[in-house]
Nanobody, 128 residues
């Protein structure tokens, strides 16, 4: 089992920044590809960003490309999501997710059902 705990959400004005963190425990963190997803009421969970096991490769949704940056620290067992130039459309509950493997250089997948473990989520609200 992998336990994931997100933090760093909150209320921010449009144009502002937030950094989300997700602390992992329970298994060898570097064996897991990590991702961030978000969800608003009535909508399916949406891929935001993914990062490979070694941190060398990343992938982003078009809607956040150039504004968000995913990173990881395999010593601290933590994955981060730096969010800049936030707008009202970024308001959502943000979840981190872990997928075992598959390759050290793969940043994962956009399909939420491919991930094995999930955090409880952290609310991000952007006021316009």
């Amino acid at each position: 089992q992998v336990q994931l705990v997100e933090s760093g959400g909150g209320l921010v004005q449009a144009g502002g920044s937030l950094r989300l963190s997700c602390a992992a425990s329970g298994r060898t963190f570097s064996n897991y590809t990590m991702g961030w997803f978000r969800q608003t009421p009535g909508k399916e969970r949406e891929f935001v960003a993914g990062i490979s096991r070694n941190g060398g490769n990343t992938g982003y949704a078009d809607s956040v490309k150039g504004r968000f940056t995913i990173s990881r620290d395999n010593v601290k067992n933590t994955v981060y999501l730096q969010m800049n130039s936030l707008n009202a459309e970024d308001t959502a509950v943000y979840y981190c997710a872990a997928m075992y493997g598959p390759y050290s250089t793969s940043w994962g997948t956009t399909k939420h059902y491919e991930y094995d473990y999930w955090g409880q989520g952290t609310q991000v609200t952007v006021s316009s």
